[in-house]
């Protein structure tokens, strides 16, 4: 009788040795990094050493110099495209849209008519704390609204991995607390495969499952360490107190 073998794992991210320049600059240098299947991975650093670059590439608006990006077993710039949803730092809602007509937008983009775009869209609108606000205009939505409608948008097409630009960078510092909390409990709900990019290490922490640190230009890796620490988590925990120690200490090094 022979033995079952199963298929190997393919995991949804990896990089290997991504190396990438700019007009005779190296933003990037011998990345190596791998996301686990319905993992949070935060990355951080300095500014400048390459962490919205490391999103690019991943995204596929980009091609690494040097390197390989593999995206759920593709390393094709289009077909990494087609497994991303990728939010941005803005939140980029267009201003003659109401809310629902903006959290449909990437799925239209999908070919999918608006009408049908918006059916889909309705239900996940008082999940996200924004019931009532369908028709609203983005001008007169709070920050954090912006944000969730945005976050929104990015979920619905339902592609396997989500890359967020310092989604709450924008933020002053009370809206951007409370945004943490929702997306920690949004994420609850819809599991699905992160990977984070921000310069705040205690969001880092308190998001993600692994944090991974990036050195000054060219970024390259050069900590990894896994937050084991239960959720829903506190700043003023002393194990999360320790761990923003660590990470501080590898961003030092």
């Known amino acids: 009788m022979k033995a079952h073998l199963e298929a190997p794992v393919t995991e949804p991210l990896s990089l290997e040795n991504v190396t990438r320049r700019y007009r005779g600059l190296t933003a990037l240098a011998g990345v190596q990094l791998a996301l686990r299947s319905g993992e949070v991975l935060a990355v951080i650093g300095p500014s ?69 775009a918006r059916r889909r869209a309705a239900p996940l609108f008082e999940r996200f704390g924004l019931a009532e606000f369908e028709h609203v205009r983005p001008a007169e939505l709070s920050g954090g609204m912006r944000q969730r409608v945005a976050f929104l948008r990015t979920l619905l097409p339902g592609r396997p991995l989500l890359l967020l ?67 829903p988590r506190s700043t003023t925990d002393p194990a999360f107190v320790e761990l923003k120690r660590e990470t501080l200490e590898a961003l030092r090094t």
């Not at 490391?54 to 390989?68: F, N, W």
């Not at 710039?77 to 087609?82: G, I």
């Not at 002053?172 to 310069?199: C, F, Y």
């Open 48 to 116: 400048g050493c390459g962490k919205s670059t490391l999103l690019e590439l991943v995204a596929g608006l980009q091609e690494p110099d040097e390197g390989v990006v593999t995206v759920l077993g593709a390393t094709s710039a289009a077909e990494r495209r087609a497994s991303c949803a990728y939010m941005p730092q803005r939140d980029l809602l267009l201003p003659w849209r109401d809310a629902l007509d903006n959290a449909g937008l990437a799925l239209e983009c999908q070919g999918i008519r608006r009408a049908e």
């Open 165 to 231: 630009d310092e989604p709450f960078g924008a933020l002053d510092s009370i809206t951007r607390a409370a945004m943490q909390e929702w997306l920690a409990e949004a994420l609850a709900q819809e599991p699905r495969t992160v990977l984070l990019v921000t310069h705040d290490v205690e969001e880092a922490i308190f998001l993600a499952d692994r944090v991974a640190v990036l050195s000054p230009r060219p970024g390259r890796v050069v900590a990894q360490l896994d937050v084991q620490l239960p959720r």
